[in-house]
C-alpha cells in the first residue's frame, strides 16, 4: 500500500530534551516537507526536500532540522524543544516539486507536546 | 495578508443543502490549485485538483477565476459525511520548485 508513515504518532517530552519524528514514504517520491499545523494558522510549511541530500527552509524553520540521506526517509529533529513547538506536525510527499498539479500525501501526523 | 484567504466557518448546513466555499490567493503567479479534505485530527486528504476551466467529480464542483484570483468549491445534495474541514491550496513556482501554499480551512458541519 502506497503510504506516508510517521513515529511516534503522539509524543510527550520536556523542554530541552532532543527528539526525533521519522517519516517515510514507499512511493519513490523524490520530495519531501514537514508541516505544523496550529489553531487558526493553518499548515505552515517547516522544511523541504526536492531530492536526497538537497534540502531547504520553508516558512518557519526555527528551531528544527532534518536530513534526507535516503530518498524514503525524511527525518524532521528538534535539537532543543520548547513549549511553543508543541503543535500537531505532518509529513508529506509527491512526485517531484517542479511538476505542477502533483498531489501531496500526508502521513497520520505526530502530536507533539512540550512541557 | 494572507497568500491563501479562505473564510474559517464554520458553515452549518442541513442534510441535502448546497454550500460553497471560496478561496482568494494573492501571488498571481500560481499556477495549480486544489482542494484538500481534512476530517478532525487526521492528515489532509486531496479532493480535487482545480482546473482552468472548471471541473466536476459527482456531488463537488470546482472553479477556478484567475482573472479575480479566486477558486471556488460547491458541493451539493450535502451528507453528513462531508462534515469535515476544507483546504484550500495553492502552488506557485518559487526558486525553481513548487511552493506549496495551505489555506487555514473552511470548517462545514452538515446537520441531520
Known amino acids: 500500500e502506497a503510504q506516508v508513515t510517521q513515529n511516534p504518532r503522539y509524543l510527550i517530552t520536556v523542554t530541552g530534551k532532543k527528539l526525533t519524528v521519522t517519516c517515510s514514504q514507499n512511493?519513490?517520491?523524490?520530495?519531501m516537507s514537514w508541516y505544523r499545523q496550529d489553531p487558526g494558522l493553518g499548515l505552515r510549511q517547516i522544511y523541504y526536500?526536492?531530492?536526497?541530500?538537497?534540502?531547504d527552509k520553508g516558512d518557519v524553520p526555527e528551531g528544527y532540522k532534518v536530513s534526507r540521506k535516503e530518498k524514503r526517509n525524511f527525518p524532521l529533529i528538534l535539537e532543543s524543544p520548547s513549549p511553543n513547538q508543541t503543535s500537531l506536525y505532518f509529513c508529506?510527499?509527491?512526485?517531484?516539486?517542479?511538476?505542477?498539479?502533483?498531489?501531496?500525501?500526508f502521513g497520520p501526523g505526530t502530536r507533539l507536546t512540550v512541557l | 495578508r494572507k497568500e491563501v484567504e479562505q473564510d474559517p466557518g464554520p458553515f452549518n448546513v442541513p442534510e441535502g443543502a448546497t454550500v460553497a466555499f471560496n478561496c482568494t490567493y494573492s501571488n498571481s503567479a500560481s499556477q495549480s490549485f486544489f482542494w484538500y479534505r481534512q476530517d478532525c485530527r487526521k492528515e489532509p486528504k486531496l479532493l480535487m485538483s482545480?482546473?482552468?476551466s472548471g471541473n466536476e467529480d459527482g456531488r463537488f464542483t470546482a472553479q477556478l477565476n484567475r482573472a479575480s484570483q479566486y477558486i471556488s468549491l460547491l458541493i451539493r445534495d450535502s451528507k453528513l459525511s462531508d462534515s469535515a474541514t476544507y483546504l484550500c491550496?495553492?502552488?506557485?513556482?518559487?526558486?525553481?520548485?513548487?511552493?506549496?501554499?495551505f489555506g487555514t480551512g473552511t470548517k462545514l458541519q452538515v446537520i441531520p
Open positions: 512511493m519513490n517520491h523524490e520530495y
Open positions: 491550496v495553492a502552488d506557485n513556482p518559487a526558486g525553481g520548485y513548487q511552493k506549496v501554499t
Open positions: 482545480v482546473y482552468s
Open positions: 508529506a510527499s509527491r512526485v517531484s516539486g517542479l511538476a505542477s498539479y502533483n498531489e501531496q500525501f
Open positions: 526536500s526536492m531530492n536526497v541530500e538537497v534540502t
